[in-house]
């Protein structure tokens, strides 16, 4: 691996406890806005503070960030009243090179036939451009945006897109915005044909492109080659989005992690040849970046903090995993990580038994058997026999000892991925 790929996640951290806040627009109030907005900007800068705590320094904002951005609704100069707040989380993200960028929704389509929706897509773009301007500034952050739809007439549709972006859209808009191939509609072809007419760069994304094939006589780095060749140098590193197929889902549905045998394996098909940066879409979003970030770049310490939250959860799972786990880090100074991946993605995507999880729920409650009231520990008996008799799941037992962390401080059990999985 003679380049290090940059690796990135989507939108929320689903370990800090902090989401962003929106509201129905009956209920919206300046006061309320005022609110949201505070409060979601507060939760960006914990965002970022963890991801430089761990290492991230690439990560897609929420485009929700500043409810009804784009809407009539919202008549705050929001950029003006909370100006200090921007200035704060730029420095963060200009100090620590911190590449960010955004995916405006579905009902963002600039090739619609209702010119309505497309006026409404070209103010969507304007506020997430001006999220960029004030957040950092740089040309290197993106705007990703899909297609749109094809009404019948896929040509037809491809020349609406064509005609607005190159006569329509600001500059400012265009110094951010990117492309992607989607699963259903536009092909990576179709998506070099836009580039080829409007010289927008684009993004491939490897599953929606398992999805939705096009170029079949090319090998899988020269269609990589080819989508990343429509970068400037302006733009920065090409990013690349990545994803794994969930088991018996509809095809294109994202996986819960992500397994890091075959992730290595699609890196070495697709992106080992380039320098880029990925970003993952995922649903357990900053794990998954921890792990494959590991495989890039490995820590020791790293590891062992990883084994530490990842522990009552695979005992939950296997005791035979559990035990293999703790003796590779007894008897290795140096644990390879792509080793305790395997046995971690292997243990969780199998199945766990009522007496497996009654183990880890008794090793969890050992924290508070000395300090628990005594209503809490005929709780949580009582919980324990319900889930026997099968008459609970282990979600909310593992929701009770959660809360129970956060009464009595235990630090090691509120960094734990058992408890915490339950609350995301």
Same mark, same amino acid.
């Given at each position: 691996?003679?380049?290090? %790929? ?10 800090? +406890? ?103 897509? /070209? ?6 451009? $001006? ?6 500034? =740089? ?27 190159? +006569? ?13 191939? =989607? ?6 072809? =179709? ?21 939705? %094939? ?23 590193? %090409? ?14 549905? +994202? ?9 290595? =394996? ?23 970046? /921890?792990?494959?970030? $590991? ?24 005791? +035979? ?73 282990? $979600? %909310? ?11 009595? $401080? ?15």
């Amino acid at each position: 691996m003679s380049i290090t %790929p940059r690796i990135g996640y989507a939108s929320l951290n689903i370990d800090t +406890h902090a989401r962003f806040r929106t509201c129905r627009k009956d209920d919206l109030t300046e006061t309320l806005l005022r609110d949201l907005i505070r409060d979601n900007l507060a939760t960006l800068d914990a965002m970022l503070d963890y991801n430089i705590k761990h290492n991230n320094y690439f990560f897609r904002i929420s485009s929700s960030l500043i409810p009804f951005g784009s809407s009539p609704l919202n008549t705050l100069n929001w950029s003006h009243e909370f100006s200090e707040y921007f200035t704060k989380l730029r420095t963060k993200i200009q100090t620590h090179q911190i590449r960010i960028s955004c995916h405006p929704g579905q009902y963002t389509v600039l090739n619609a036939q209702n010119e309505a929706v497309v006026a409404a897509s /070209i103010d969507d773009l304007r506020y997430h451009a $001006q999220l960029m301007e004030l957040l950092s500034g =740089d040309a290197n952050h993106k705007i990703i945006l899909h297609v749109g739809g094809v009404y019948g007439d896929k040509e037809a549709a491809m020349r609406r897109f064509i005609n607005v972006y190159n +006569h329509r859209l600001p500059e400012i808009i265009k110094k951010y915005l990117v492309i992607e191939n =989607d699963d259903r509609l536009y092909t990576v072809a =179709d998506i070099l044909y836009l580039s080829e007419k409007t010289e927008v760069p684009l993004i491939y994304d490897n599953l929606h492109h398992l999805v939705n %094939p096009s170029l079949e006589t090319l090998a899988p780095q020269e269609i990589v080659a080819q989508v990343i060749g429509t970068w400037k140098e302006d733009d920065g590193r %090409p990013k690349v989005h990545y994803s794994q197929q969930a088991y018996n889902k509809r095809p294109g549905a +994202h996986t819960d992690t992500i397994n890091l045998d075959q992730f290595i =394996d699609d890196y070495e098909l697709l992106y080992s040849q380039f320098d880029l940066d990925i970003m993952l879409e995922v649903k357990d979003k900053n794990r998954s970046f /921890i792990k494959v970030n $590991q495989y890039f770049n490995p820590s020791q310490l790293v590891l062992e903090q990883e084994w530490a939250r990842y522990k009552y959860l695979i005992m939950s799972y296997s005791t +035979h995993a559990y035990n293999e786990l703790r003796l590779l880090f007894r008897e290795n100074k140096i644990v390879n990580p792509v080793a305790f991946y395997h046995v971690v993605d292997q243990t969780l995507a199998g199945p766990t038994t009522i007496g497996t999880q009654i183990n880890a729920l008794e090793h969890a409650w050992g924290y508070f058997k000395h300090h628990a009231s005594s209503a809490e520990q005929k709780r949580f008996f009582s919980y324990l026999e319900a889930l026997r008799a099968e008459t609970v799941t282990i $979600q %909310p037992i593992t929701k009770f000892l959660y809360k129970l962390a956060m009464k009595y $401080q235990s630090s090691y059990l509120l960094e734990s991925y058992f408890l915490v999985s339950s609350n995301t």
